[in-house]
């Protein structure tokens, strides 16, 4: 559950980045980063489905790499499933499965509409909010670095880069600065658009885990 939950900070930050406007009094944010932003965010509204690949890598303090983990996402309008090796969650639009596949359980939770929700769709596109300030850094090979601090300086975190791909308009890597010295990079790759996913995958069958434990909070 630990390593989901390290997605779902992640997820939880990606959701107010793009086309955040700052509080009064203070700062303005970078002309030339919004406009990376809103094209990440145009190009990802032009999918009518999305598969890839993620990872998640953490280090710690010292910059040693603490372990990868990699899994799949799938997307399609306000459906998802993620599959991670010790966890897989499905989300249909109006429930959310969350699988642990060690203890063998199964929790389903109804989504609030009245709640932002976090989804895999905010690691892609825009959430307006006003949670920072960003700044376009430097472009190499193709790749577009925009750096964000957060207005709250409560957070656990104190800076964000991202890593845009100019030619794709698509976030390829995001790396997380956390206040402990930690930092935490979600990476995607393989992005395929071009799926027929059908309805079905976003919708936890419990025939396909025999002995499962289901724990319904709805």
Do not use: C, H
């Not at 559950?1 to 944010?29: E, R």
């Not at 406009?35 to 032009?46: C, E, H, M, R, Y």
């Not at 929790?107 to 989804?119: E, F, R, W, Y």
């Amino acid at each position: 559950m630990k390593k989901f939950l390290t997605l779902i900070t992640l997820s939880t930050i990606l959701s107010s980045i793009l086309n955040a406007q700052p509080q009064k009094g203070l700062g303005t944010n970078d002309p030339a980063a919004k406009k990376i932003l809103d094209g990440v965010s145009a190009k990802f509204k032009t999918y009518k489905t999305i598969q890839a690949k993620f990872s998640l890598t953490i280090e710690n303090a010292s910059g040693k790499n603490m372990g990868t983990k990699s899994g799949m996402v799938f997307m399609k309008g306000s459906k998802y499933r993620y599959n991670l090796p010790a966890q897989e969650v499905f989300s249909d639009g109006s429930n959310v499965w969350s699988v642990d596949k060690a203890a063998k359980e199964v929790t389903i939770n109804k989504i609030d509409p009245s709640n932002s929700g976090i989804t895999p769709q905010k690691l892609m596109t825009s959430f307006y909010d006003k949670d920072f300030l960003y700044k376009f850094n430097v472009e190499n090979k193709g790749i577009q670095e925009i750096e964000l601090t957060p207005i709250d300086k409560s957070k656990p975190y104190f800076k964000i880069l991202i890593y845009v791909n100019k030619a794709t308009q698509s976030l390829s890597s995001t790396k997380v600065f956390m206040k402990d010295g930690s930092r935490t990079t979600y990476s995607t790759s393989g992005l395929n658009t071009g799926n027929n996913i059908t309805d079905d995958t976003f919708v936890f069958d419990a025939k396909k885990y025999p002995g499962i434990e289901v724990v319904d909070l709805r």
